[in-house]
């Protein structure tokens, strides 16, 4: 498999920062995405990373860094509506037109 | 601009039964995606279609389960014949352009209960 890894869960607490890690096969690497879940909605788009370094967008910044296969998701000021699962996806240069996600960091703000 | 949609939201069904989950692109997106969620496990893919055709089926299960994106009118996912080890989330995606480097929205979801 493409073997994403991602941690299960993490708790973190409101007006903190968090990071969440993600560690993929690099063979045939072509891209990363990041998506947010809330429970019981769709995912929903926060970050695309295909070159080394960091981009950030508001509160959420994302990292990769192509020769060791990781990336990771910033997220600052943390509100109590971040309280979700941070999705890690990765697309591969096989021919394939799908994204491989890994299962998922359900992330709980605390007050 | 309405975003992806799919129908129903929630569908329960006796095993043995068939199963037809439906997706709407958002406006002017050619192709669509479908992966398979099962309770504490991450987005698999399924099935990738651009209109009246099937690009990469390569996660689709061999047996009971097609996919059509015709000319005109949703995408269709169908379950022949469901089993409980169908229960899971369906979403579908849809992207303007084809290929994994293009920003995919989904939809919000089938949930498929098969008791």
């Known amino acids: 498999g493409q073997n994403i890894d991602q941690p299960t869960e993490m708790t973190a607490t409101e007006g903190a920062i968090v990071q969440i890690n993600c560690t993929y096969q690099?063979?045939?690497?072509?891209?990363l995405f990041w998506y947010q879940q809330h429970a019981g909605e769709a995912p929903t788009f926060l970050s695309y990373?295909?070159?080394?370094g960091l981009e950030e967008k508001g509160r959420f910044s994302s990292f990769l860094s192509r020769s060791k296969g990781y990336s990771y998701l910033l997220l600052k000021e943390l509100q109590m509506k971040d309280s979700a699962s941070y999705l890690c996806?990765?697309?591969?240069?096989?021919?394939?037109?799908?994204?491989?996600f890994g299962t998922g960091t359900r992330l709980t703000v605390i007050p | 601009n309405a975003g992806v949609m799919q129908n129903p939201r929630h569908l329960v069904r006796r095993r043995g039964q068939e199963a037809r989950l439906r997706c709407s692109p958002m406006?002017?997106?050619?192709?669509v995606y479908w992966y398979r969620q099962l309770p504490e496990e991450g987005l698999k893919f399924m099935v990738y279609?651009?209109?009246?055709?099937?690009?990469?089926e390569s996660g689709m299960p061999k047996e009971r389960f097609s996919a059509e994106f015709p000319k005109e009118g949703p995408s269709i996912l169908r379950i022949q014949q469901v089993v409980r080890g169908d229960s899971a989330a369906y979403f579908c995606?849809?992207?303007?352009?084809?290929?994994?480097?293009?920003?995919?929205?989904f939809g919000p979801g089938t949930r498929l209960t098969v008791t």
């Open positions: 990373n295909v070159l080394d």
């Open positions: 996806a990765v697309s591969y240069q096989t021919g394939a037109n799908n994204l491989f």
């Open positions: 995606a849809s992207s303007p352009v084809g290929g994994s480097t293009y920003e995919q929205y």
């Open positions: 279609l651009q209109k009246e055709n099937i690009i990469d």
């Open positions: 690099t063979s045939g690497f072509n891209g």
């Open positions: 406006k002017g997106h050619s192709h």
